[in-house]
């Protein structure tokens, strides 16, 4: 599967910005057997997951500095998965990451992501103070 992630950008602290990821499957496997999650990875540190969701949008698991903020989401007959971030601070200034696993759980991609197959090429997010 290709993964697009796109939707980045400045924006000024406390505003708002929403992350889209669409998917592309010449495989003919379906969007909805794909675990969802978005990762960031600011400048000079490691990638981080910052939420995950479930394949028909069930669960989702959200890294604590963003919880209240930050909304995953996902539309099965767009091939697309969202993400809705709120109340931006500077520390949300990172290129924002979407990653799509057969096997690896929502929940797995948590704490493990060396193990997630599919990485689209991220989308830059700048949050000015």
């Known amino acids: 599967v290709q993964l697009q992630a796109s939707g980045g950008g400045l924006v000024q602290a406390r505003g708002s910005l929403r992350l889209s990821c669409t998917a592309s499957d010449a495989s003919g496997r379906t969007f909805s057997d794909y675990y969802m999650g978005w990762f960031r990875q600011a400048p000079g540190k490691e990638r981080v997951f910052v939420a995950t969701i479930g394949r028909i949008g069930d669960s989702t698991y959200y890294a604590d500095s963003v919880k209240g903020r930050f909304t995953v989401s996902r539309d099965n007959a767009k091939n697309t998965m969202y993400l809705q971030m709120n109340s931006l601070v500077p520390e949300d200034t990172a290129v924002y990451y979407c990653?799509?696993?057969?096997?690896?759980?929502?929940?797995?991609?948590?704490?493990?992501?060396?193990?997630?197959?599919?990485w689209g090429k991220g989308t830059q997010v700048t949050v000015s103070s």
């Open positions: 990653a799509a696993d057969r096997w690896t759980t929502a929940q797995a991609m948590t704490f493990d992501d060396k193990g997630i197959d599919y």
